[in-house]
């Protein structure tokens, strides 16, 4: 009997938006290694994100130590896009306004 051995993808699957997704789940690839680099185990994060499945896991994580260069250049782009979008979220919001009219309310 021949083993039939040939290369697989990761089953990552990029929104419009540049996310990438694992398998069929909304979770997204930066979860999964953020736990594994937490130390949790493949098993441990299906149970945390119930819709993942253990084959999945176990990919994504084989995926990102054969190329963790890459993902973490990915991680870090994804972490610049959010911190530039809380940045702009919070320079449109007066936050002193917000906080007065909080205050107001509250000595009603």
Not at 1 to 7: E, G, K, V
Not at 9 to 14: D, E, M, S, W, Y
């Given at each position: 009997?021949?083993?039939?051995?040939?290369?697989e993808?990761?089953?990552?699957?990029?929104e419009?938006?540049?996310?990438?997704?694992?398998?069929?789940?909304?979770?997204?690839?930066?979860?999964?290694?953020y736990?594994?680099?937490?130390?949790?185990?493949?098993?441990?994060?299906?149970?945390?994100?119930?819709?993942?499945?253990?084959?999945?896991?176990?990919?994504?994580?084989?995926?990102?130590?054969?190329?963790?260069?890459?993902?973490?250049?990915?991680?870090?782009e994804?972490?610049?896009?959010?911190?530039?979008?809380?940045?702009?979220?919070?320079?449109?919001?007066?936050?002193?306004?917000?906080?007065?009219?909080?205050?107001?309310?509250?000595?009603?």
């Open positions: 009997m021949t083993l039939m051995m040939q290369a993808a990761p089953p990552l699957r990029a419009t938006d540049g996310a990438l997704r694992v398998g069929d789940s909304r979770v997204l690839l930066e979860m999964v290694i736990a594994f680099e937490d130390g949790a185990t493949a098993e441990t994060i299906v149970q945390r994100f119930p819709s993942l499945k253990l084959p999945d896991v176990y990919a994504v994580i084989a995926y990102y130590l054969r190329h963790r260069g890459e993902v973490e250049n990915y991680l870090h994804r972490e610049k896009t959010a911190q530039q979008i809380r940045e702009r979220i919070e320079g449109q919001q007066d936050l002193k306004a917000i906080r007065e009219r909080l205050l107001a309310k509250r000595r009603g």
